[in-house]
């Protein structure tokens, strides 16, 4: 089956925002637009095509990503032999609607993974919000070429001059409007092109006639002072341009091909304005997402390793290069079992191949192929480079494995996803369930990277972890609805990690005789704190063989054992260094058994002489209050250990920023509404560990020990 859109009309970008920014919404706009939907579906009204799970209705938030397919016509005039004719171009564009809350920030990490460009959406009455920061600097660690949509300007204290300024302060001094808009609040109703200066009208219902026309003279001035500051910057970032724009030759073609040139490099990030809700702007957002946001094709080679050299090889987005893939998201498809959602980064996947899972070295043949309608499928014969899709019923594959063509293997940079910062006890309310609970458990797991599963070697009760409090409450609601179990659940736990503040040495020596062959094994290791959130370094400095090597791996194995159990209440060990630099063996009685409990002892010893403390998660947190419940809030917070950084005017509102410990955040909603009577609200993101003050030492030892009775 041929290609039907070149690779460099094909776009693939998502839509991704702090919570209630407006990115379903946006999105559901654009599938209008596109033809893809025929009804423009809400999110208040529970009718959206991306949000789909039950859950997500009812709450009217986004939970996992959705995929979904769309093509855009774009129409514009481009000169020709000194005369400008009407032309049309057709793009095939890739949507991920993404989740705005952080506990599902792994769906955010792994979309812009995959993403070729991101449309980044803001409420244009708060202007840049927690969540907004954490899925920019995401997108900046991918590298994400990106334009931001300024959301909600019909809003009553809306601002796009203060949610601009507070994209240039918080997040980057690049993004420039190419759209303004013209009247505040209830009276927005037009925007003004600044590439081409025009004044844009939409009426009718829907949004969807655009009329363009000159600009009134009580608004060019105001154009003309926002067309200036992108012109200057574009002649900054753009040589190019720079020599049209000095000798006054250029047209609104020169600007666009700039902008675009000067995106790609993340010099110039395009703003756009609008309110997705009253259908106003959401047009303009797809020409630019045509007109500046990379194809495959703009990504030049792709970078990854070989596996058995480890040396690092290149494909080239071509459909004519060797096959090359990544895994990035796993969902559980009550119809055909699992799907695995791919990104083709060269080559063409065609139904029947055989194909490398290069982390498992195994091959496996491809059945069926899909493509995604956010829950709806689509069969295909064949996906091709650029191509985002779905592979049906391969169990082996998780998420961020590599998948390529066997004769030439290639492995692509993986996904890393953040541990979890809560844990909590469930359990089946009948005995008949409890096999079938681990199965479902591990079902979601693999599905969802930051959901965690441990049994607790004390209790052996079934702990599930995440990244907060709504996180594991969908999962639980996930376990009755989908897989029909009923579950009991435990009060959350925080995730405590356990490290050390000075650097020792300790000895670890197994020795067993009762006949016959004994057991032998004798190491000293020097343990050193490390920088905060560096995990764990193991070195092997053994020299002259007082140690034989194949002992060597039992030793990192009893360490990392350790490691993962605790040594002083049961949490994770980390940020430490550990040097194994002498020990000795018996020729007859040592065994790997031996030396990894010797190491197992060694390093318990040396936490215990090492200083020992916990780190606690911080959490980052922003509160809205009206005034008048201003210092009822921010003695509450001061109770909760909590440092706040900044009181400011968000509207009507005061927004208080602070760092607090999760501890101290359980119950914190219900809290704050009977504070506020039910008018204040609440956003809650990781922010780091840090040290937690040693009077609070034995309370959280002596806590440990009593829920493990």
């Known amino acids: 089956m041929p290609r039907l859109y070149p690779l460099e009309k094909t776009r693939n970008i998502g839509i991704i925002a702090h919570i209630d920014a407006g990115k379903t919404t946006t999105t559901e706009r654009i599938l209008y637009y596109t033809g893809i939907s025929h009804k423009i579906g809400e999110v208040h009204e529970g009718t959206t095509v991306t949000d789909w799970m039950p859950q997500e209705r009812e709450r009217g938030i986004t939970i996992t990503a959705a995929a979904i397919t769309c093509f855009w016509t774009q129409t514009y005039l481009k000169k020709i032999e000194n005369k400008e004719e009407r032309i049309k171009g057709e793009y095939k564009i890739n949507i991920i609607d993404t989740p705005g809350h952080v506990d599902f920030t792994a769906e955010v990490e792994r979309s812009l993974r995959v993403l070729d460009g991101a449309v980044v959406v803001f409420d244009g009455v708060q202007g840049v919000e927690a969540q907004s920061e954490t899925v920019w600097h995401q997108a900046d660690k991918y590298r994400v070429p990106r334009i931001c949509f300024i959301n909600k300007l019909d809003r009553l204290g809306a601002s796009f001059e203060d949610s601009l300024h507070s994209i240039n302060e918080r997040l980057t001094k690049n993004a420039l409007p190419v759209t303004i808009p013209v009247g505040r609040e209830e009276n927005f109703r037009s925007v003004i092109d600044l590439i081409s200066m025009e004044l844009i009208d939409f009426e009718g219902e829907k949004g969807e006639i655009v009329i363009r026309k000159d600009i009134p003279?009580?608004?060019?001035?105001?154009?003309?002072?926002?067309?200036?500051?992108?012109?200057?910057?574009?002649?900054?970032?753009?040589?190019?341009?720079?020599?049209?724009?000095?000798?006054?030759?250029?047209?609104?073609?020169?600007?666009?091909?700039?902008?675009?040139?000067?995106?790609?490099?993340?010099?110039?990030?395009?703003?756009?304005?609008?309110?997705?809700?009253?259908?106003?702007?959401?047009?303009?957002?797809?020409?630019g997402?045509?007109?500046?946001?990379?194809?495959?094709?703009?990504?030049?080679?792709?970078?990854?390793?070989?596996?058995?050299?480890?040396?690092?090889?290149t494909r080239k987005p071509s459909d004519s290069d060797y096959f090359s893939a990544l895994a990035f998201k796993l969902a559980i498809d009550p119809f055909v079992g699992t799907l695995t959602y791919i990104r083709i980064y060269s080559g063409t996947?065609?139904?029947?191949?055989?194909?490398?899972?290069?982390?498992?070295?195994?091959?496996?043949?491809?059945?069926?192929?899909?493509?995604m309608k956010a829950n709806q499928r689509e069969e295909v014969e064949e996906l091709f480079a650029g191509d985002i899709g779905a592979i049906v019923g391969v169990k082996e594959l998780k998420t961020g494995d590599t998948i390529c063509n066997p004769k030439e293997p290639i492995i692509l940079e993986t996904i890393r996803f953040a541990e979890p910062v809560i844990w909590m006890k469930v359990e089946p309310k009948t005995k008949q369930d409890q096999e079938k609970m681990g199965i479902s458990l591990k079902a979601l797991s693999d599905e969802d990277p930051t959901f965690k599963i441990k049994i607790d070697q004390e209790t052996g009760d079934t702990l599930i972890g995440g990244m907060g409090e709504l996180h594991l409450e969908i999962m639980v609601d996930r376990l009755k609805r989908e897989f029909k179990i009923e579950t009991n659940v435990g009060a959350p736990q925080v995730a405590y990690r356990e490290t050390i503040t000075k650097a020792v040495e300790a000895e670890g020596k197994y020795i067993r005789q009762s006949g016959g062959r004994g057991q032998y094994g004798h190491v000293v290791i020097k343990v050193e704190p490390l920088e905060r959130n560096k995990g764990f370094e193991f070195i092997n400095a053994i020299k002259s063989g007082v140690i034989p090597d194949n002992f060597i791996p039992a030793v990192e194995k009893g360490?990392?054992?350790?490691?993962?159990?605790?040594?002083v209440a049961g949490y994770p060990l980390t940020d430490l260094k550990i040097t194994l630099f002498d020990g000795s063996f018996h020729e007859v009685d040592s065994s790997d058994l031996a030396f990894k409990i010797a190491a197992e002892i060694a390093l318990k010893d040396a936490v215990k002489k090492a200083n020992p403390i916990f780190l606690e998660p911080i959490m980052k947190l922003e509160v809205f209050v009206p005034a008048d419940f201003l210092g009822d809030?921010?003695?509450?917070?001061?109770?909760?250990?909590a440092k706040i950084e900044e009181v400011s005017d968000s509207g009507e509102m005061k927004k208080i920023l602070a760092k607090v410990p999760l501890a101290e955040m359980f119950g914190y909603v219900t809290v704050l509404r009977s504070l506020t009577q039910g008018r204040g609200f609440s956003y809650l993101e990781f922010s780091n560990y840090q040290e937690v003050p040693q009077y609070l030492f034995d309370n959280i030892i002596n806590n440990r020990q009593t829920t493990r009775r």
């Open 633 to 641: 809030v921010t003695g509450d917070l001061a109770s909760r250990r």
């Open 289 to 313: 997402v045509v007109d500046f946001l990379p194809s495959p094709f703009d990504l030049n080679e792709i970078k990854g390793n070989d596996p058995k050299t480890g040396a690092e090889i």
């Open 349 to 371: 996947l065609k139904r029947g191949d055989t194909v490398l899972n290069t982390r498992t070295n195994e091959t496996f043949r491809v059945g069926r192929l899909v493509v």
């Open 559 to 567: 360490i990392r054992e350790t490691i993962e159990k605790g040594v």
């Open 217 to 287: 003279q009580n608004l060019l001035n105001e154009a003309e002072k926002y067309r200036k500051l992108m012109l200057e910057k574009l002649a900054e970032s753009d040589e190019e341009f720079m020599n049209k724009y000095l000798e006054d030759n250029f047209d609104k073609n020169d600007i666009r091909q700039a902008i675009r040139r000067a995106c790609l490099k993340y010099e110039f990030i395009p703003v756009y304005c609008g309110s997705s809700l009253k259908n106003r702007g959401v047009q303009l957002v797809l020409d």
